[in-house]
């Protein structure tokens, strides 16, 4: 399947065919790299990775897999480009176009990553928008089809939690365009934008898939394979609008009695990291102290437990994410089998 030269701004810009075949090229790549083996096919490529926003999984993945394909890399932290401020997002986009081969983006705007991919020339990979979050839903996929004790598209999942947020939002359309069973489980005012569900409608007419929104945690959880979920504040937010925000997402929080609630002893939890699950952390600490609680999104008790897969699920960032990389930039040599 070719797709040099291609764009990765949102997970509709891949056919279901062609999302699985990178999820599959990424295990493929994955093995590889455990048996030690690095073909370099990016050999001589120069990629720009454009963060607006800090990052530890997207970052390392991106750098990890370049180094691992004999790829150079330019990072461009917050405050070191003129992107959007002192020069146009379309300009930036030409003049980062004529020096690299390939762009990521990390950063609140859609808009931007979507300018950034018409007028570069080159492939341009969406690292995260408030919109959308396509390399994790590549590594979520991944993950899932590893843990599954069945084939992928019998597999089902449920994402408790503030629905309006990138996650939510790629989750509900990736089970919509691939054909599964997707719940999305939050308060009525914090479900999917109505544009995210039309779509995701419109994918599951199309795919057979099962994608509902909903508030009924039981009902929400009950047979499904994976339950999911993220942080509930957002970085830079002020503490004075943690409350309200607590208040009602915490009947969402994913405990041991949620898991049991699924009627599925094989059940596996996935949280796209970072998880406020303790309070060894200085925002932990913070909760703790102002509300009480030792966890927030998730106990401790599920993410430490053995149906936590998020390590894996962490791993398969840096395995979907060279993928990305590979079939977009390289004419693909051999790969391990």
């Known amino acids: ?38 073909p370099e096919r990016l050999a001589g490529r120069s990629i720009a990775l454009v963060f607006e926003k800090s990052s530890t999984r997207t970052r390392s993945g991106f750098e990890v897999a370049a180094h691992d394909e004999g ?22 986009a030409r003049v980062l176009g004529r020096m690299f081969d390939g762009i990521e983006f990390r950063g609140s705007s859609q808009e931007a990553v979507e300018l950034l991919g018409a007028h570069a020339g080159v492939p341009v990979w969406n690292g995260l928008t408030d919109t959308w979050h396509p390399t994790q839903m590549l590594a979520d996929v991944l993950t899932m089809r590893d843990h599954a004790n069945k084939p992928l598209e019998d597999v089902g999942y449920c994402f408790l939690g503030d629905g309006r947020g990138n996650i939510a ?26 544009e995210v569900r039309t779509l995701a409608d419109a994918l599951a007419r199309d795919s057979g898939a099962n994608a509902v929104v909903t508030s009924d945690v039981p009902e929400a959880v009950r047979g499904v394979d994976f339950v999911y979920t993220d942080v509930w504040l957002s970085m830079g ?19 041991a009695e949620v898991l049991g609630a699924t009627r599925n002893p094989a059940v596996k939890f996935l949280h796209c990291l970072p998880a406020l699950h303790d309070r060894d952390t200085e925002i932990g600490r913070r909760l703790g102290e102002r509300y009480g609680l ?30 990305v990389m590979v079939a977009t930039m390289s004419s693909l040599g051999p790969v391990a089998s």
């Open 1 to 38: 399947m070719n797709l040099q030269g291609r764009n990765l701004l949102k997970e509709t810009d891949l056919t279901r065919d062609e999302f699985l075949h990178l999820v599959e090229l990424a295990s493929l790549l994955r093995q590889e790299k455990r048996d030690g083996k690095r």
């Open 294 to 323: 030792d966890g927030l999104e998730v106990t401790d008790e599920v993410f430490e437990s053995p149906a936590s897969v998020v390590f894996d699920q962490a791993e398969n960032r840096l395995h979907t994410i060279k993928a």
């Open 237 to 255: 937010e002020p503490e004075e609008s943690w409350g309200p925000r607590i208040d009602q997402l915490l009947p969402y929080q994913v405990t």
């Open 169 to 194: 939002n790629s989750l509900l359309v990736t089970g919509a365009l691939l054909g599964l069973d997707v719940r999305i489980c939050a308060p009525t005012t914090r479900w999917p934008a109505r």
């Open 71 to 92: 790829a150079h890399l330019t990072y461009l932290g917050p405050g070191e480009s003129h992107l959007g401020h002192k020069e146009s997002i379309k300009d930036t």
